[in-house]
Structure formats: structure tokens, C-alpha cells
């Protein structure tokens, strides 16, 4: 099979609900991934934030053949193991007390919206069931994630939309103060926007923000499904912002490639669910929890945020000086390795131009380049990848 061959057959067989490359990923290693037709590519984009050690990490094969030859899957209705032992590290690394694991970023903010709403109804009871999100947000494409997810051109089509959902602009406290009437139970934020363009939440909105919903007991919920897992330098984002979410949602890189979502939150929050009250068929099983193991035993080993730090400075770097020497190259934003290039022109035809000289990445809103490259990228990988880059914004910038 070749890229053209495998492309016919997704088109015949599968829904049509991307905009694809033309091409088939069929092997990986490190920050490099091989097509069907052999060509090689730089991967500065990580599966949106996923494999965060690269691919075929071989430290995640070895964990995951070990448990699917042991157990691969025995459902909720007995405790796991490796489920157990993920919701230890990630509650004794960060302030949660408890955990709920699920399958995607979706799932886990679902998951936070009815632990919000069921807390505040047992609490205060009904009418207090409001989501305050923030414009521009992304939550995921569930109906109450895209409901939540601040961006209208996301809603259209899928009308009617959930109730108790409402919005205000990133880093906005008088818009906050205005909108958080008695109805809302719930504010959730992401540290910093990905797929609304790499915009940071400022870190004495942040503040402010955390005081005021707490005065209130209006939960706050921290959106970490893609700056979690060590992106922004921290091990979560909330922690380089100071401030002490009541509910935290994780996916993406939480497996480091294999399907894991979670949603953690305070002793006195998750105590609102009783059996019954929330589920997942897959949620937490042992192949995936397995990988969570090894993923935060990772980033937990000695040195390896540090070095994760130094690879960050060195890519900012690195972009940096594209702004210097590549005319169509503005400025640089975001934090650790969440980082977008802002250009001088739409991103979309340079974010391809860079497909076909061998450099993946993705766009942030209409005029940036994303990228969320693996945590460990070797400085031989970035040099590449930077190379190709620059090569791509020369010539684009001399057309
Ligand atoms: C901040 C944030 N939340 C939620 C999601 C949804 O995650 P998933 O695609 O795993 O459902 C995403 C996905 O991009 C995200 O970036």
C-alpha cells in the first residue's frame, strides 16, 4: 500500500470529517515519522499534544506488550491496578484527591461539567447549573463540551444546543463579574487556548479570578487536557499560574499515545458523585492506565523537566530568530513547547508548503503556526525541523 492507495480507501470507507494531508502515517521514531511512500517528516506537532515522548517510545512499547499480554481490559466493576496506581501519581503531584478516568479531553470535560452541576445542585439546589467558559475556548465536540467550547462557528448546524451555557473574553474579570450571577456553578479555563490560537491566560487574571470564584464557591475548572502533562514546563499549567483549581481535566498526552482521559478534583467536589452517577465502559483500563503510569513516571524522573525546560528555551530560541531573518516571520507566543509563529499572512498554505518539505505542524487562528513538539526532541531533530522551516519562509517570503 502506498499514499495514494490508502487515501482511496479512506475516502471510500471513512466519514469525511477532516481536512487531510495526502498522506499515510505508517511508522514512527523519535520526532520522525515515515510515510507510505517513504518520505520523512519532521514532527513539530506531537498528534495535537499527544506523544510526548515521540513515537514508538520505547520505554511505553515495553510497559504496553507487557499489559496486553497480562490484561488488556476487565471492566470498572473490579478494581485495576494500574488504575489505581495512575490516580495515585497524578493526586500526589498536584492538589486533587481524586480521580475519574475516561477516554478523550471531551469525555473528561463532559465528565467535569456534571460533577460541577451535581456539587452545586446538592448544595444550593436547582437553577445553579451555569458554565461559564471563555470566547475562543475549545472543550471538545461533545454537545455540552461544544456547547462550552467559545467559538459559534463550532455550534452551527448542531442546533439546538444544551442549556447553562454563557461566555466572556479571555482575561476579561469585568465581563466575569458581570456574567457570574447566581446561575453559575461553574467557570472553566483553559491556561493557555490551543486550538482558539496559543492565547495565554494572564497570570493575575488568573489570580483574581480563582479569589473571586472561590469567594463564591463557583467552581473553577481548569481545561488541562493539552497544556497538562509537563507542555507549559509545569507539570500541570495551573501551577506555574498560582492558583488551585477545584477540577482539573486531562487527556491527550496522559497516555502518551494510547486513549486516556481523566477529570481530578478536590475530596470535598468529587463526594457530590455516588455509584451510579458517572461511567465509562473503557475508562481507566489497564492498557491505558498502564501507559499513564509510565508517562508520569516519566516526567517525574529526576532531570527530566528541567532538560524539558532547556529544550523549550532552546525552541523558543530558535523561533525567536526566525522572526529576525524571515521577513513574513512576526512574533512568538505561548509557553514551554505551546508555542505559535505569528506570520505576516494566513498560515494555512505555509502550514502546507511545510507538509511537503517535510515539517508537521499545525495553525493557530488565521495567521499563526502551532507547534507542540514531543517533550524530549533531540537538538538534531529541532535543527532539522527548524532548517525546513526556515527554508519553507525564505522562499515563501521571496514568491
Ligand atoms: C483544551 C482542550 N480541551 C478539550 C479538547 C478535546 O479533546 P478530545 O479531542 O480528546 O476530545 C481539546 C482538543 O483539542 C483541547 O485542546
Redesign the pocket.
Known amino acids: 500500500m502506498n499514499n495514494e492507495s490508502i487515501k482511496d480507501m479512506g475516502e471510500t470507507y471513512v466519514m469525511n470529517t477532516y481536512g487531510r494531508f495526502p498522506a499515510a502515517m505508517v511508522r514512527g521514531e523519535g520526532s520522525r515519522l515515515f510515510d507510505a511512500d517513504q518520505k520523512d517528516y519532521i514532527d513539530f506537532l506531537g498528534g495535537?499534544?499527544v506523544t510526548l515522548f515521540g513515537h514508538s517510545y520505547p520505554p511505553l512499547v515495553e510497559v504496553l506488550q507487557k499489559q496486553a499480554g497480562t490484561l488488556l481490559h476487565c471492566s470498572n466493576y473490579y478494581w485495576i491496578e494500574p488504575q489505581n496506581q495512575l490516580a495515585r501519581l497524578l493526586c500526589t503531584h498536584s492538589r486533587f484527591d481524586k480521580v475519574f478516568f475516561c477516554n478523550?479531553?471531551?469525555?473528561?470535560?463532559e465528565g467535569a461539567i456534571k460533577l460541577a452541576r451535581k456539587y452545586s445542585a446538592l448544595k444550593y439546589g436547582p437553577g445553579r447549573h451555569k458554565i461559564l467558559s471563555m470566547e475562543r475556548?475549545?472543550?471538545?465536540?461533545?454537545l455540552a463540551?461544544l456547547t462550552a467550547t467559545g467559538q459559534d462557528h463550532f455550534h452551527q448546524d448542531f442546533l439546538p444546543l444544551p442549556l447553562g451555557f454563557d461566555y466572556i473574553p479571555l482575561n476579561d474579570m469585568q465581563a466575569l463579574r458581570e456574567k457570574a450571577d447566581d446561575s453559575v456553578c461553574a467557570v472553566m479555563v483553559?491556561a493557555i487556548?490551543?486550538?482558539g490560537g496559543v492565547y495565554a491566560l494572564d497570570v493575575e487574571v488568573a489570580k483574581e479570578m480563582a479569589a473571586f470564584c472561590q469567594e463564591r464557591d463557583i467552581l473553577l475548572i481548569a481545561?488541562?487536557?493539552?497544556?497538562g502533562m509537563g507542555r507549559t514546563g509545569e507539570l500541570f499549567a495551573y501551577q506555574g499560574l498560582g492558583i488551585e483549581p477545584d477540577i482539573m481535566?486531562l487527556?491527550?498526552a496522559l497516555g502518551g499515545g494510547v486513549?486516556i482521559?481523566a477529570f481530578l478534583a478536590t475530596d470535598e467536589v468529587a463526594g457530590a458523585l455516588k455509584p451510579g452517577d458517572h461511567g465509562s465502559t473503557f475508562g481507566g483500563n489497564p492498557l491505558a492506565s498502564a501507559a499513564g503510569v509510565l508517562v508520569m513516571q516519566t516526567l517525574l524522573q529526576d532531570g527530566f523537566m528541567e532538560k524539558m525546560r532547556k529544550t523549550a528555551q532552546r525552541f523558543q530560541t530558535a523561533l525567536q530568530s526566525l522572526t529576525l531573518s524571515c521577513k513574513m516571520a512576526l512574533a512568538v507566543r505561548g509557553r514551554g513547547l505551546m508555542l505559535a509563529l505569528e506570520l505576516d499572512r494566513e498560515a494555512k498554505p505555509v502550514m502546507k508548503r511545510l507538509f511537503e518539505a517535510g515539517l508537521l505542524c499545525s495553525v493557530a487562528g488565521e495567521k499563526g503556526l502551532r507547534f507542540l513538539p514531543a517533550l524530549n526532541l533531540t537538538d538534531e531533530e529541532m535543527d532539522e525541523g527548524m532548517n525546513r522551516l526556515k527554508q519553507v519562509l525564505d522562499t515563501m517570503g521571496e514568491e
Open positions: 495535537i499534544a478523550s479531553g471531551a469525555e473528561a470535560n475556548s475549545f472543550h471538545g465536540r461533545t463540551t483553559e487556548q490551543g486550538e481545561d488541562e487536557v493539552q497544556t481535566t487527556a491527550k486513549p482521559g
